[in-house]
């Protein structure tokens, strides 16, 4: 709201300062006029490119797989595509074409059907989100926002409720938890550490970049270590259940 509020009210100065120069050139309110049309050119291809992203999405109702009997919906869907979506465009790539389109759908899907296969093996070992852990989590989330309605209102725009959003927080927790126990990650050594540091110290290099200490970079780099071993185990993971699973892909 804020961001169509200031899309108008710089299109309304730039026709106020052009209506105040009459026939006269004006430098000032040239360069007024051309950030309106620059800031009115980008909004319209904002809009343009949401609508293009809002035709890959699916009827929500519809059942999109089904993985051992359970039903994945085209809500489930379209939430996981507007976050892979917006991840290609965080790269600079364009997730309207042909071919991003279509790696974005398989991508969506094989992430919904590795997620419903763990969330599934969670249940069966009887991993469970604790009533009191929701609530701990909500208020952080909560936290994010300044007041109550800015919250409800960025809810609102999800397409969620508080219904739908606690359930997406207890199975947050239940994968965190099947995942801290069942698929460790183990330490992580000084080796791979030194080896990481040692790649990115040459490419800082070759770009004539100052590259700060490895004490300095040494937490980042071990986290980051960390997040990579465990995907490659959850993927693992994933392919190991995929063995034994009834997988039904519908669109």
């Known amino acids: 709201m804020k961001k169509i509020m200031s899309i108008l009210m710089t299109s ?29 050119d980008q ?36 939430n996981a595509l507007a976050s892979s979506q917006g991840q290609m465009q965080q790269m600079g790539q364009d997730p309207t074409s042909k071919e991003a389109a279509e790696q974005i759908k398989t991508q969506t899907i094989d992430s919904l059907v590795g997620q419903t296969l763990l969330l599934q093996e969670a249940d069966e070992k009887g991993y469970q989100a604790s009533e009191s852990d929701i609530n701990k989590k909500l208020d952080e989330v909560k936290g994010q926002f300044k007041t109550e309605e800015e919250f409800k209102a960025a809810l609102k725009e999800s397409g969620m409720d508080m219904k739908s959003l606690k359930a ?47 004490e300095e970079m040494k937490p980042q780099i071990e986290q980051s270590l960390q997040q990579q071993k465990q995907q490659e185990q959850l993927v693992q993971q994933v392919e190991k259940l995929k063995e034994s699973a009834k997988i039904d892909i519908k669109i």
């Open 12 to 40: 309304f100065l730039a026709v106020v300062l052009a209506a105040c120069g009459g026939n006269e050139e004006s430098k000032e309110a040239d360069q007024e006029n051309k950030a309106a049309t620059a800031e009115t």
């Open 43 to 78: 909004q319209k291809q904002m809009e343009d490119m949401q609508k293009k992203l809002e035709k890959q999405q699916v009827d929500e109702k519809k059942t999109v797989a089904v993985v051992n009997d359970e039903e994945i919906l085209g809500s489930q869907y379209n």
């Open 168 to 214: 997406q927080v207890a199975q947050d927790i239940q994968l965190q938890q099947y995942v801290e126990k069942e698929v460790p990650v183990g330490e992580i050594t000084d080796e791979e550490i030194q080896k990481t540091y040692d790649q990115f110290a040459e490419q800082g290099k070759a770009a004539n970049q100052e590259v700060p200490k490895l």
